[in-house]
């Protein structure tokens, strides 16, 4: 009776993986029963359970199976040969218990409507409007700039400690939420990562543990980055899995945000962007609106670039294609740089909404 039931479930990893891609050509379904529907309840109950919890549940889970996961292959390594056929249904019936949680708790998100559709504005731009965004944001991020360091070539110095910057980061989307009311955050489950140092190495600054609904936060990137990191993984915890969604919805929380210091983090992020496409289309012109940039804003770029180049080694480059081959694979075509589609939410958003 035990090995049928094992057979049905690793049977149904087929059925589900086919129903996944039926599904996926149905985005308006999604959105309405899954993301506005069902996802709605589940988030909520596990950020209420989990939330509180002064540290993170899910890297204790993760943890826990994977001590689980290693002490299951050294006891039943002799399987492998003797016991081949019920070795692999083992497998097979895990991994479809695994992907049928983490597509219910949330990655059902991955196949919902393209947030351009939902904010009905327009995915394409030109290189003109994207010129007139880009100096736009560069006079709002100089603006800013001064207004906090009164020179216009030091580097901006955050005075919150990270657990104050975590705590204030849910602010950004009550404000957010005065425009969107679909992005009304309640209740709050931030939490800086015990596995900072490995997020590191591999090259990422946070991520959201879709089986408990927690915000993970790298504990050690510039705290300069912390409004946006923040805000990205809670963009994730409101249902948009997409990275490039997130990016965007996650500076638009930080520059929404009440803090000066926020708005900077969010403005001079949405600007990075748009220059890194703008390099791509008119480097002459690049090069001329990056001559206007405040030097105290290129340091803090430059603060997080050297942050990233001391921690780079051969393994990131494994996880970051490994991740991107991930997303492919779940419906986002351009991978973990999909960055124009950013910048397209963003052009199109601030070519009707002027800063």
């Keep these: 009776m035990r090995k049928h039931l094992k057979l049905v479930i690793a049977l149904l990893l087929i059925l589900q993986i086919v129903l996944i891609k039926v599904l996926s050509r149905f985005p308006e379904f ?7 529907g069902l996802y709605q309840f589940i988030s909520k109950l ?14 204790l889970l993760y943890t826990l199976a994977g001590i689980y996961i290693i002490r299951w292959l050294i006891v039943n390594r002799k399987r492998i040969v003797k016991d081949t056929k019920n070795w692999i249904l083992d497998v097979l019936a895990a991994i479809s218990i695994g992907y049928f949680a983490f597509h219910v ?17 327009e995915k394409d731009y030109t290189t003109e409007q994207l010129v007139r965004i880009t100096k736009q944001l560069i006079l709002k991020s100089n603006e800013i700039h001064h207004q906090i360091t009164s020179n216009d070539s030091a580097k901006v110095e955050m005075p919150y400690s990270k657990r104050e910057l975590i705590a204030m980061a849910p602010k950004g989307y009550d404000e957010l939420s005065k425009e ?22 591999m090259g990422f600054s946070g991520y959201l543990n879709p089986f408990t609904n927690e ?31 997130a990016n965007f919805i996650g500076s638009m929380a930080a520059m ?14 949405a600007l990075a962007h ?24 290129l340091k803090n770029y430059e603060e997080t670039r050297l942050f990233w180049e001391s921690y780079q080694n ?42």
């Design 215 to 245: 915000a993970q936060i790298d504990g050690l990137i510039p705290e300069y980055k912390y409004p946006t990191t923040c805000s990205h993984e809670m963009a994730h915890q409101l249902g948009y899995a997409a990275e490039n969604e």
């Design 30 to 36: 999604v959105e309405r029963f899954y993301t506005y």
């Design 180 to 201: 969107f009311p679909n992005l009304t955050f309640h209740p709050t489950s931030l939490k800086r990562s015990i596995y900072s140092l490995p997020l590191t190495y």
């Design 46 to 59: 596990m950020r209420y359970v989990f939330g509180w919890l002064p540290f993170s549940v899910g890297d």
């Design 105 to 121: 708790l949330w990655a059902f998100n991955y196949y919902r409507l393209p947030l351009h559709r939902s904010l009905n504005i």
């Design 314 to 355: 051969p393994s990131e480059v494994f996880f970051k294609n490994t991740y991107s081959g991930f997303l492919k694979a779940n419906n986002q075509a351009g991978g973990i740089d999909s960055y124009s589609y950013v910048v397209a939410l963003l052009v199109n958003y601030y070519d009707s909404n002027p800063l």
């Design 274 to 297: 748009c220059l890194s496409d703008l390099f791509v289309r008119d480097p002459e012109m690049h090069k001329q609106l990056f001559q206007t940039i405040h030097i105290g804003i």
């Design 256 to 269: 929404h945000h009440k803090d000066i210091y926020f708005q900077y983090s969010g403005y001079t992020f």
